[in-house]
């Protein structure tokens, strides 16, 4: 009886690793043969005219056919994202099923202006002081992994920069860090732990530590596993999906337009006014979370 105890137990926790694995897996295998299949398409279209690669156009063109992957990469999750998020409470209905879009109605009810304009607010301070703080430590300037893609990402058209890095890249990560991973792990924890509530400290740390590897090097590890512990606090303490992707929303379009902007940056990339946003990301913190952020979802 203890070998099957045992045994069972390891099937469990390989079958729990393989839920969270899963949908990264297939995220981004499918962004990646997207891509490759976009990029070569583009190419043939590109020879077969008699043209060539346009450098001024090509971190545009790039960049949309990144957008599209991204796209393809979240379609086969939808259906998980939505059991997930309902599961989570998203929803009223905690079956879901045929009454998902029923629900929408009174799922909207959870939405304020409040906890959207104090999300943004967060967002935007949080992100920009740990920037300043990266461009204050030379952290940037010591990667060069990183400097190519920021330079990649700054030579998209604006308006389609926007689009792209503020909308469909906060929409698809989300949907599938915060969205599927968080809420699995989250459940999973939960189910280890035999209580119907406890800390989610470790599915924060597991998900947010998934999400830094993801984006490939130090800079962006780094700032990508802080950001998505904010992204998870906020999405575990406002109860809805939403509020996770707008706070990844708001912080990809400020850093966006503030980095790629020189005005801007010389402007805000301050070590005072770093100071100052990081004083107002803590206070945030900790006057949301005991008063605000404490209510009963």
Known sequence: MAEKGIYGTG???IRAI????KPFVVYYGINFITTVLLTYLVDICIRFVGGAWDIEYQPTVSAVIGG???VSGILPLWSAFRKEVCNNNDCN???CNNKYKNNARDNNKKISFKKSLLTITLAFSSSVSLNIL???LHLTESSETYNQVAAHQY????PVGLVLYGIVSPLAEEIVFRGIIYNRMKNIWMNFQDKHRGPVIVPMLLSS????????NIVQMLYGF??????????????HFLYAFLFHAAANSTIYMMTGNIFLYERFTKPYIGLVLAGITVLLLYFWGRTFFSEKR
């Open 68 to 70: 599209l992957a991204m």
């Open 209 to 216: 530590l998934l999400f830094g590897i993801y984006h490939g």
């Open 11 to 13: 099937c469990k926790n």
């Open 155 to 158: 030579g998209v058209i604006l």
């Open 18 to 21: 393989g839920m969270i694995v």
């Open 226 to 239: 802080l950001m998505g512990m904010l992204i998870a606090y906020v999405y575990e303490k406002c109860g």
């Open 134 to 136: 990266f461009i204050s």
């Open 93 to 95: 209905n905690n079956k």
